[in-house]
C-alpha cells in the first residue's frame, strides 16, 4: 500500500480531520487493515522465532526494524502504531472518568 492509498484509505474511514474516529471504530479499522496485508498469508504456515522476551525488547526491535524498511512503509507503521496507541489511552481514560458515574454494574 503506498502512502496515497493509506492517506485515502484514513479519511475515507474517519473523514478529512479523523471527526468520525473514535476508540471502537479505530480498533475495527487497524484489525481489517492487519488481516489485508495478512490475507495472502493467512493458510501459509507461521514459524514463531521470537527472541525477544520482554515487551520493551518486542518494542525496540520493532523501532529498529522499521527504520530499515522503505519510506511509505515505516511511514504506515508508525502512524497506524501511534494511532492505536493514542485512541486505547484514551479508551482508558474514558472507562475511567465514565466508570464513576455507572458504578459497578454487574
Do not use: C
Not at 475515507?12 to 479523523?18: A, D, K
Amino acid at each position: 500500500m503506498t502512502i496515497e492509498e493509506f492517506r485515502a484509505a484514513i479519511k475515507r474511514e474517519f473523514g478529512n480531520n479523523l471527526e468520525h474516529a473514535t476508540p471502537a471504530n479505530v480498533r475495527h479499522f487497524l484489525d481489517e487493515m492487519s488481516m489485508r496485508v495478512l490475507q495472502d498469508r493467512l493458510f501459509q504456515r507461521f514459524e514463531l522465532s521470537e527472541s525477544k522476551t520482554t515487551y520493551e525488547e518486542i518494542l525496540r526491535d520493532f523501532f529498529v526494524r522499521v527504520l530499515d524498511r522503505p519510506k511509505d512503509e515505516a511511514v504506515i507503521l508508525l502512524w497506524t502504531m501511534a494511532f492505536e496507541l493514542a485512541f486505547s489511552m484514551l479508551e482508558v481514560d474514558l472507562a475511567e472518568r465514565l466508570g464513576g458515574l455507572f458504578g459497578d454494574m454487574e
